[in-house]
C-alpha cells in the first residue's frame, strides 16, 4: 500500500490544512463560490434562485475540514455538497466523497428540454447503457407535494467500495421553469459497512422543506435563448448530415426526437438503433469466417437484408479515409502492419450516422473474385472488416 502513501499525504494535508494550504471560501471564480459545509449546512440552503432547502442531519453534522465541501454554481443555479474520505485496501485507493448530494435547477442538461415522460424513457435507456459504470437498478415514478419526481437508482461494487446513486428529476408548476429540479444523492462506502436508506435520509427531508421560487425573467429569457440556439444547431446538423448534438444511433432516433420537441415536422425513425445491432446480432460478429476473421460470409438474402438496413439508413456519400493498422510482431519487440487501404475506394463510400465523421463508414462494391462487398471501417469493429454473401 506504499504507492498510495503520497495521495493519502496529500488528503490529509487538504482536509487538516497543515502544509500551508487553505481552502478559499467565499471567492467567485468562474461562476463558482466555496464555502465550509460545517458552516454553511447548518443554514437554511438560500443560494439557488429557484429553491431553497435544509439539508439533511448527516451534512449538518459534517465536521469542519479544509475541503471544498459546498460548492455552488451561479451560471447554472446548481449546488453540490460532500463528505470527503479514504477507502482503501492492499492495492486500490479511492478518495473523495463518500457522501455526496447534488442539486441542479438550472439549465443543465439538453434532456430538461423533453416532457417528463419522454425524459423519463430516454434517462432510462441512457443509464442502461452506462452499466459498465453503474448498474441502473429501478426507475420510477413518486409523487411529492409540489408534483411528480422520476427516480433512478443505481449501483456499482467495486469490489473494494460500493457505490450507491439515487436521482430524483421533479416538475414542478411554481418557478415558470419547464426543466426538472434535479436532487441527487451518493453513497460510496467498503464492504460490511451499514448502507444509508438514501430516500429516507438523504431526498425526503430536501423534498419536505423545498421551497419553489419564481425563477426571474431574465433567467428564463436566457434559457429560452439556450433552447432556441440548441434546436436550430440541431436541425443544421441533421439536414446537412453532420455530427450530431445529441447522442444518438445510426437511425438518428433521439435527434428526431427532440427536433419534434423543438417544433419541427420530422419523419419517423428508419432502421435499427445500434451498430452492434445490424453487424453483431445476438452479441456474435455478424456471418461466418472462413479462414480470415475479417472475411465474413452469409447467405445472399441475409446479404440482401443487411444491404436493404445500411441503404435505409441517412448515409452521406464521401471519400474512403486511408486506414492502416498495426499489432506486434510474434516476439513482441516491433510493430508490424497486419492492415492498409489506401487509394480510391473501387465502390461507393458512405459517411455513417450519427457523427458522419471522416474517419468512419461503409462501402458497396463488387469485387471480381468474392462478388457483392460490404466494407465496414467502424469503431469497435474489426479493421478491414468484409462481408459477403455466398
Known sequence: ??????????????????????????????????????????????????????????????????????????????????????????????????????????HARIEYYLPPEEFFEDYKQYLSERNHISRLVTA???????????????DNDAGFYLLRVLDYFCWESVSGSSFPLHIGAREKLPPGHTSTNLD?????????????????AERLALWGGYRADFCADLKKGYDEKTTSRVRDGPNRQRAILFLRECGYQMPDPVGPRSWAEILRPNGQLIGRTDGERTLRKVTYAQFAELEAKLMSLQLKRGERPEIRSSRLSQDG??????????????????????????????????????????????????????????
Open 200 to 216: 429516507k435520509e438523504l431526498i425526503e427531508p430536501v423534498l419536505a422543506s423545498l421551497q419553489i421560487n419564481p425563477v426571474p
Open 1 to 106: 500500500m506504499s504507492k498510495y502513501l503520497l495521495p493519502l499525504c496529500v488528503l490529509l494535508t487538504l482536509l487538516s490544512g497543515c502544509g500551508g494550504y487553505q481552502m478559499k471560501y467565499g471567492v467567485v471564480e468562474n461562476g463558482r463560490t466555496f464555502y465550509p459545509l460545517c458552516e454553511r449546512a447548518k443554514q437554511r440552503i438560500t443560494d439557488m434562485q429557484r429553491i431553497s432547502f435544509e439539508l439533511p442531519s448527516l451534512f449538518k453534522q459534517a465536521p469542519c475540514r479544509n475541503w471544498p465541501g459546498y460548492n455552488y454554481n451561479f451560471r447554472t443555479d446548481s449546488l453540490s455538497v460532500e463528505i470527503p474520505g479514504v477507502i482503501a485496501n492492499e492495492s486500490q485507493m479511492s478518495i473523495g466523497g463518500v457522501y455526496s448530494m447534488l442539486f441542479r435547477a438550472g
Open 333 to 390: 519487440n516491433v510493430l508490424v502492419e497486419s492492415y492498409r487501404a489506401t487509394g480510391s475506394y473501387a465502390g461507393e463510400w458512405y459517411r455513417v450516422p450519427p457523427s458522419y465523421s471522416e474517419q468512419n463508414g461503409v462501402g458497396i462494391r463488387n469485387d471480381p473474385v468474392l462478388g457483392r462487398v460490404i466494407d465496414v471501417h467502424l469503431m469497435d469493429f474489426p479493421t478491414g472488416l468484409r462481408i459477403v454473401g455466398e
Open 140 to 154: 420510477s415514478w413518486v409523487d411529492w407535494q409540489g408534483g411528480r419526481c422520476a427516480r433512478f437508482y443505481s
